[in-house]
Each structure stands twice: as C-alpha cells, then as structure tokens.
C-alpha cells in the first residue's frame, strides 16, 4: 500500500518549457487534489477533482490544467513554465463521502520545481 | 468563498509550557483537519473534527472544534522539542482549503 505517489521528485525547467506532474493513489479516495506550496504562504489549492470525471479550479489556477485520467490518477500539467510557477507542489488524496469514521486527507512526497 | 485564518503564524515557547493555536474559518464548514509539517518533507495528517464540539487527543496534542464560533484550536500541553514543526489547518466546503501554517519553535 503505497498511499499517494508523485513524480518526478525533483524538476528544473527553463521559462516557456512545459511537463506533467504525475499523482496515483491506491486508497480507493475518490476526491484528489493539487496544491502548491510557497514560503509564508501555506498551500495553495490549484485544482481538485471532487470524483472521477469531475475537475474544478481552486484558488491559483491559472497557468495550469489538470486531466482526472482514472479513480487512482490526476496530473497536473504547466503548458508553458513562468519562474512565477517555481515551487513545491503536492498532491493528496480522501474520501469525501458521508460522515466516515476517518476521512483524513494524506499528501504525496512533493515536487519540487524550480523555473529559470 | 472558505477562508482559514492562523494564528499565531509565528509561536517561540519553552519546554514544558503549555499553549494554544487558533484556527477560524470564514463561512460553513463540513469539517477541520490538523496537520503537521517537518522542515523539507510533506505534510502528516493529525485530527480530523466532524461535528461541534468534537475533541481529539493524541499525546500532548489536542484538537476541538466549535462550529457557532467557527473555531477550531490545537491545544498543546508540557511542550517538548520534538512537537517543533509547522501546523496547519484546513477547512472543508466543496474543496479543502488550507491556513497559512503556525510555525512553532519550542526551545529546550
């Protein structure tokens, strides 16, 4: 059990460059998120999808799209990198469903990206 | 539109004291989650509250949640070095949105 993956790890891009943000989880959540993370600003929501099919933006999505490939995949993809975007970005993972016991969110390891 | 609000951003304590962070949130929110942050590493997941007056413990760590006031706080009992970190909270609508952290410093 693996909880939520992301790849890579570590990125440098050049300014107008682009990439995907890979994020799988095997917890059978059907409500994933991308947030990114900024010094004393917290995390940022960028987009969620609240169940499989289903996308919506959340606080900073500009410059960003989002594919929900499957229950257990949701990427993230910059299209064209701004040194703006350089940060590091997390992806997680719950079940919104009914009251549940739990329902706690778990985070992925991170990406850090850096853009020249 | 939910908004989470931290405070103290910033909280330097001694071992041993015992303090509280403050978490308020804007509009309706179906539930409140704590986590903690270590430098360089991502984020754990501590308490999740459901329902007012919800009250978790975990060792020096406890979470309540007053839904009138829209309120919660984590409540930190004896401080030892080891609880030093970053803590969040966040907030529930359609979306879970995030405070901007507590970054606590407890000195030995």
């Known amino acids: 059990n693996a909880g939520v993956t992301q790849t890579p790890k570590f990125q440098v891009l050049k300014t107008g460059q682009s990439m995907t943000l890979q994020c799988a989880q095997d917890?059978?959540?059907?409500?994933m998120y991308w947030y990114r993370q900024d010094p004393g600003m917290g995390l940022r929501l960028i987009y969620y999808?609240?169940?499989?099919?289903?996308?919506d933006k959340g606080e900073v999505p500009n410059g960003y799209n989002v594919s929900r490939l499957n229950k257990r995949e949701f990427s993230l993809r910059l299209e064209s990198a701004a040194p703006s975007q350089t940060s590091v970005y997390f992806c997680?993972?719950?079940?919104?469903?009914?009251?549940?016991?739990?329902?706690?969110?778990?985070f992925g390891p991170g990406t850090r990206l850096t853009v020249l | 539109e939910l908004k989470v609000e931290q405070n103290p951003l910033f909280l330097s304590m001694q071992e041993g004291k015992n303090y509280t962070i403050y978490c308020n949130y804007s509009?309706?929110?179906?539930?409140l989650y704590w986590y903690r942050q270590d430098p360089g590493k991502s984020l754990e997941s501590l308490f999740v509250?459901?329902?007012?007056?919800a009250v978790k413990q975990e060792g020096r760590l406890m979470a309540s949640l007053d839904t009138k006031a829209r309120l919660s706080t984590l409540h930190i009992t004896a401080a030892v070095h080891d609880l030093s970190a970053t803590y969040f909270c966040?907030?529930?609508?359609?979306?879970?949105?995030f405070g901007k952290g507590t970054r606590l410093h407890i000195l030995p």
């Open positions: 509009t309706t929110s179906d539930r």
């Open positions: 509250l459901l329902s007012n007056g």
């Open positions: 917890m059978n959540h059907n409500s």
């Open positions: 999808s609240a169940s499989e099919g289903t996308t």
């Open positions: 997680a993972s719950t079940m919104l469903q009914g009251t549940s016991l739990n329902n706690e969110q778990f």
């Open positions: 966040a907030g529930l609508d359609d979306k879970i949105i």
